[in-house]
Each structure stands twice: as structure tokens, then as C-alpha cells.
T-cell receptor
């Protein structure tokens, strides 16, 4: 089935460690997105990518990094510079010029202890 | 993208219609209205979108005012499974520089038995 997959669903890390969240899509979508969601809050955009080898900062990019080496993959690294990394992270993809609606993964809940 | 304003929360009785409002008074002529919903701890799901005509699909109806400054998402017969956060966003369709996709805090709809 076509879709967007995030892994793992739950992730625990010690403070000060970098951690990479995986996002893979087989929808042949050009655009991919990373959002952060805190309890009771909406989605805040971290980074987005319009095409392979290109990405832009969203509204809260500090402490995060991304890469887009393949169309299907858009991993997010939460670095030790992110002061409050514990959150629910959501990845999404959207068709480019065909402009489909956005499809979301099921999210990764990161807990830093 | 134009900003939207939604009530923080709403209640609805099971089996009744749920009418969720959204104000987008600064919407541009080429911006569409999109609705998504997010059930607790899951990724958001696309519901419907429209430009200026009313739209209906198997999930919901979208009513856009003639001046396009506001819209209403209608769930005709709400069920307990419709309890979710509903997001209204406006954006330009297509590619190019229009890939940024931002969400607000949405409306928490609680459907009561």
C-alpha cells in the first residue's frame, strides 16, 4: 500500500544525545514536511523540502537538522542544541505540481530523559 | 498563506450535525480552504477543500461564504469517532514557492453520547 511511514513510534533518549527520526514515503510526492506537536497545541513547522537536495527552515528550526538525499526519505535529527526536545513529531508529504492533499505519518513520540 | 481563526473547542451531540466555523478574512483570490482533522495521538487526516463553491464528499460538506472570508465544515451526523481536533488552513495550490504548509491550533470537537 502507498503511504508515509515514521519509525519508531516511541523513542527514548538521554539528554545531550542527538537522535534521528525516520520518515519514508512511497507516494512519489515531491514535498515533505516535519512538524512538532506539544500537548494541547497545534502543529508547528520545523523544516520542509520541496525537492531532493533542497530544504527550507520552518517556524521552529533551531536545534534540528534534516537531509533530503532521496525523494522517498526525509530524516529529522534532533540535536543536543534543541532545548525542549520531548514532543510528538509528525512527518507529512504532498504532491508537487499535481498538488494532492498532504498525507501524514502516524508520528514519533520522542521522550528525552 | 493567509491566517485562520477557529474556536478553541466545541461540543456536539451524537447524531446531530457538527458545524465548525473558520474565519480567513485575509484570504487571497487564489488561496483554497483546506480542512484536516487529527484524532488523538495520530497523524492529521485530510477531509475536504474548496475555492469558492460549496463542496461535499463522503466525510463532510464545506460551505464557503460568498466573500470567501469565512467557511464552515459540516459533519452531518456526528459520531463519537468524530471527536478530534479540526484544522482549517488556507493556501495556494500548486508548486513553486507555495510548498510551505502551516497549521494553527485548530478546534477540538467533542461529540457527546
Amino acid at each position: 500500500d502507498g503511504g508515509i511511514t515514521q519509525s519508531p513510534k516511541y523513542l527514548f533518549r538521554k539528554e545531550g544525545q542527538n537522535v534521528t527520526l525516520s520518515c519514508e514515503q512511497n507516494l512519489n510526492h515531491d514535498a515533505m514536511y516535519w512538524y512538532r506537536q506539544d500537548p494541547g497545541q497545534g502543529l508547528r513547522l520545523i523544516y520542509y523540502s520541496q525537492i531532493v537536495n533542497d530544504f527550507q527552515k520552518g517556524d521552529i528550526a533551531e536545534g534540528y537538522s534534516v537531509s533530503r538525499e532521496k525523494k522517498e526519505s526525509f530524516p529529522l535529527t534532533v540535536t543536543s542544541a534543541q532545548k525542549n526536545p520531548t514532543a510528538f513529531y509528525l512527518c507529512a508529504s504532498r504532491g508537487g505540481w499535481k498538488d494532492t492533499e498532504a498525507f501524514f505519518g502516524q508520528g514519533t513520540r520522542l521522550t528525552v530523559v | 498563506d493567509a491566517k485562520t481563526t477557529q474556536p478553541t473547542s466545541m461540543d456536539c451531540a451524537e447524531g446531530r450535525a457538527a458545524n465548525l466555523p473558520c474565519n480567513h478574512s485575509t484570504i487571497s483570490g487564489n488561496e483554497y480552504v483546506y480542512w484536516y482533522r487529527q484524532i488523538h495521538s495520530q497523524g492529521p487526516q485530510y477531509i475536504i477543500h474548496g475555492l469558492k463553491n460549496n463542496e461535499t464528499n463522503e466525510m463532510a460538506s464545506l460551505i464557503i461564504t460568498e466573500d470567501r472570508k469565512s467557511s464552515t465544515l459540516i459533519l452531518p451526523h456526528a459520531t463519537l469517532r468524530d471527536t478530534a481536533v479540526y484544522y482549517c488552513i488556507v493556501r495556494v495550490r500548486g508548486g513553486g514557492s507555495n510548498y510551505k504548509l502551516t497549521f494553527g491550533k485548530g478546534t477540538l470537537l467533542t461529540v457527546n453520547p
